[in-house]
């Protein structure tokens, strides 16, 4: 098993431009995860989906969107960079919510915006 | 509002030295605790969940309600114990974890 898989692991954008990050992930988990980690701030939410067909904002869901495609699946989506979207992002997946629920998380993808 | 503060960025300890890496939460019920860490080039993962009681790789962490803290505790450290560590908080209601901003620990001989 892969885990939780992330594309691409690097990529460089110009102010104004969009992409979407893709997650996917193959231990059958209800709940997947958007985090965002920068020096001294640690990770912060961006947006989670607790279950297929639905999706929630975290802490930082200002210029994001999201989209759970499948059971699998779950894209972020940037439809126009900023410069203080620069960081590493981190996808993650759990069985379901709650104490006894741990996440897993994926290699990251490293987003600079110039 | 819930909140997780890991008060030290970096703490630096001799190998065989006991470690404490500091974490304080705030949350109007009963949260669940964890700590997450994250060696180099490798991906982020737990360590250690306060409802499991248990103990790995050396570490402990006992939470600490009157004093809402969660402290993360090894009393000989290892070389490889060098890594990021983030303290993380689940509310009952079973919400995304929030973490903290984490505390690098670096460990040399």
Redo the contacts between chains.
């Keep these: 098993n892969a885990g939780v898989t992330q594309t691409p692991k690097f990529q460089v954008l110009k102010t104004g431009q969009s992409m979407t990050l893709q997650c996917a992930q193959d231990m059958n988990h209800n709940?997947m995860?958007w985090?965002r980690q920068d020096p001294?701030?640690?990770?912060?939410?961006i947006y989670?989906s607790?279950s297929e067909g639905t999706t929630d904002k975290?802490?930082v869901p200002n210029g994001y969107n999201v989209s759970r495609l499948n059971k699998r699946e779950f894209s972020l989506r940037l439809e126009s960079a900023a410069p203080s979207q620069t960081s590493v992002y981190?996808c993650?997946s759990s069985l379901?919510?709650?104490?006894?629920n741990?996440?897993?998380?994926?290699?990251?993808t490293r987003l600079t915006v110039l | 509002a819930q909140r997780v503060t890991q008060p030290e960025k970096l703490l630096s300890v001799f190998k065989g030295a006991p470690v404490e890496l500091k974490c304080n939460y705030s949350y109007s019920g009963s949260p669940e605790l964890f700590w997450y860490v994250q060696y180099s080039r490798q991906r982020l993962q737990l360590l250690l969940r306060h409802i499991s009681r248990e103990s790995i790789k050396g570490f402990t962490a006992d939470l600490n309600k009157g004093e809402t803290s969660f402290h993360l505790k090894k009393p000989f450290a290892q070389e490889e114990d060098s890594a990021m560590y983030y303290c993380a908080l689940s509310g009952q209601a079973g919400t995304a974890l929030i973490f903290g901003k984490g505390t690098t620990l670096s460990v040399s001989s």
Excluded: I, K, T, V
Aim: hydrophobic share 30%.
């Design positions: 709940s995860y985090y001294g701030m640690g990770l912060r939410l989670y607790a975290g802490e981190f993650a379901g919510q709650g104490p006894y741990e996440q897993f998380f994926g290699p990251g």
